[in-house]
Antibody
Framework: QVHLLESGPGLVKPSETLSLTCTVS????????WSWIRQPPGKGLEWIGY???????NYNPSLRSRVTVSVDTSMNQFSLKLSSVTAADTAVYYC??????????????WGRGTLVTVSS | DIQMTQSPSSLSASVGDRVTITCRAS??????LAWHQQKPGKAPKLLVY???TLENGVPSRFSGSGSGTDYTLTISSLQPEDFATYFC?????????FGQGTRLEIK
């Protein structure tokens, strides 16, 4: 059974770069898409972007200028970098596996999420 | 972006009740819809994908239906472990978007 675990700093200063890693266990990172999703306190979910095991990516246009999602197949991990953060980026960040069925994408395995607070 | 309007935002029900949650998309999403369950402190769980396909291991009391812009998640007989937050997700076009969630509480 595949498990995902997010890791990274829980506190980031404004204007700095938020960096998170998702470690995939119980299965290979190859052949799937992998995604980051976030949920600000008291608000709904926002899709950030996804990466294919080959390294190709697709980002939410609202965040595209600040986001990089990458994959390290040797470590069975994928990562998120979000630059120039503000308090509005405070959220629980989830990583998830993406299944592609006839071009319909859905998240079939999720991590528990990690709270990242942006504050000085 | 495709907007997903989910209703109700909260719902009180009793064990054994039949419950229906609705998501309306701002355009036809051609069954590109999934439903997820979220409990505090736990990883969200996929329940239904492609609008009506039950994920492996999900109890048969859960069902999804709909087409075009309107989709529903039905729980036929609520069990204690079903009290949670439910949200829909469309993937007809990027950016992938979510409904605001329905919090299902015990009456």
């Amino acid at each position: 059974q595949v498990h995902l675990l997010e890791s990274g700093p829980g506190l980031v200063k404004p204007s700095e770069t938020l960096s998170l890693t998702c470690t995939v266990s119980g299965g290979s990172i190859s052949t799937y898409y992998w995604s980051w999703i976030r949920q600000p306190p008291g608000k709904g979910l926002e899709w950030i972007g996804y990466v294919y095991h080959t390294g190709s990516t697709n980002y939410n246009p609202s965040l595209r200028s600040r986001v990089t999602v990458s994959v390290d197949t040797s470590m069975n991990q994928f990562s998120l970098k979000l630059s120039s953060v503000t308090a509005a980026d405070t959220a629980v960040y989830y990583c998830a596996r993406v299944v592609n069925t006839l071009s319909i994408l859905y998240f079939d395995v999720w991590g528990r999420g990690t709270l990242v607070t942006v504050s000085s | 972006d495709i907007q997903m309007t989910q209703s109700p935002s909260s719902l009180s029900a009793s064990v054994g009740d039949r419950v229906t949650i609705t998501c309306r998309a701002s355009q036809d999403i051609k069954n590109s819809l999934a439903w997820h369950q979220q409990k505090p402190g736990k990883a969200p769980k996929l329940l239904v994908y492609t609008a009506s396909t039950l994920e492996n291991g999900v109890p048969s009391r859960f069902s999804g239906s709909g087409s075009g812009t309107d989709y529903t998640l039905t729980i036929s007989s609520l069990q204690p472990e079903d009290f949670a937050t439910y949200f829909c997700q469309q993937s007809y076009s990027t950016p992938i978007t979510f409904g605001q969630g329905t919090r299902l509480e015990i009456k």
